[in-house]
């Protein structure tokens, strides 16, 4: 049995799966970012759903980034709380991969964006194994991106309407109704990490923020 926190984007998800299948997801996706106050009601309501307590869970998973700067900090805390209390281990999964693992598996090349804010947005490229072939970057999009990608190109993510005004090629194709990654996207990926014992550090482990954070000052 394997917890999955997902907190990188406005959606606020959870799920619980027993080896890599999901066995309950409950999420919210909200303008407000209501990840502090629903993050552990879903957790209590997932356990409850599934019949389960939190002795029966093995392992934490989190969406460690990029993506939001509270929204991760938010669900590294509370992985890291979980893990300490339950003495179980930690295991982290990327963020753009949990998102590609909702796309369509078709023949081309697969691109989560996540907003970054202006023109940028955090992506990666994935071809159509699953094989991250372009790590995570924060990338200003304009119409010369992903130039050397010579197939079909299948864009999905909370960025997706920013893209389309940029990359207007034929080879753009546009999952519209994939916006946010969802915890019960996570159940395979952290079933095989646990299996390898891919584990954090409970104790050092930090969010991939990507950029540095930095707070504006009043104007």
């Given at each position: 049995m394997i917890l999955n926190?997902?907190?990188?984007?406005?959606?606020?998800?959870?799920?619980?799966?027993?080896?890599?299948?999901?066995?309950?997801?409950?999420?919210?996706?909200?303008?407000?970012?209501?990840?502090?106050?629903?993050?552990?009601?879903?957790?209590?309501?997932?356990?409850?759903?599934?019949?389960?307590?939190?002795?029966?869970?093995?392992?934490?998973?989190?969406?460690?980034?990029?993506?939001?700067?509270?929204?991760?900090?938010?669900?590294?805390?509370?992985?890291?709380?979980?893990?300490?209390?339950?003495?179980?281990?930690?295991?982290?999964?990327?963020?753009?991969?949990?998102?590609?693992?909702?796309?369509?598996?078709?023949?081309?090349?697969?691109?989560?964006?996540?907003?970054?804010?202006?023109?940028?947005?955090?992506?990666?490229?994935?071809?159509?194994?699953?094989?991250?072939?372009?790590?995570?970057?924060?990338?200003?999009?304009?119409?010369?991106?992903?130039?050397?990608?010579?197939?079909?190109?299948?864009?999905?993510?909370?960025?997706?309407?920013?893209?389309?005004?940029?990359?207007?090629?034929?080879?753009?194709?546009?999952?519209?109704?994939?916006?946010?990654?969802?915890?019960?996207?996570?159940?395979?990926?952290?079933?095989?990490?646990?299996?390898?014992?891919?584990?954090?550090?409970?104790?050092?482990?930090?969010p991939y923020y990507l950029?540095?954070?930095?707070?504006?000052?009043?104007?």
């Amino acid at each position: 049995m394997i917890l999955n926190l997902e907190t990188s984007t406005k959606n606020c998800s959870v799920s619980i799966a027993n080896q890599g299948e999901t066995l309950v997801c409950l999420e919210l996706a909200s303008q407000d970012y209501t990840h502090a106050e629903k993050l552990h009601d879903f957790v209590a309501e997932a356990i409850a759903k599934t019949g389960i307590t939190f002795s029966d869970i093995q392992a934490v998973a989190v969406s460690k980034g990029p993506g939001s700067y509270t929204g991760l900090r938010i669900g590294v805390s509370a992985a890291k709380g979980y893990c300490s209390a339950l003495q179980i281990p930690l295991i982290s999964v990327e963020t753009l991969a949990v998102l590609c693992n909702a796309a369509p598996k078709n023949k081309g090349f697969f691109i989560p964006m996540l907003d970054a804010r202006r023109m940028e947005v955090y992506t990666s490229v994935f071809d159509e194994s699953g094989t991250c072939i372009v790590p995570t970057q924060a990338l200003v999009l304009d119409e010369h991106s992903f130039a050397n990608l010579n197939d079909a190109c299948y864009v999905f993510g909370d960025a997706t309407s920013k893209a389309k005004t940029v990359l207007t090629d034929s080879k753009f194709i546009f999952f519209e109704d994939i916006v946010y990654p969802s915890a019960k996207e996570m159940s395979a990926m952290s079933w095989k990490k646990f299996q390898n014992k891919q584990w954090e550090d409970v104790a050092y482990f930090e969010p991939y923020y990507l950029k540095e954070f930095m707070i504006g000052g009043k104007k």
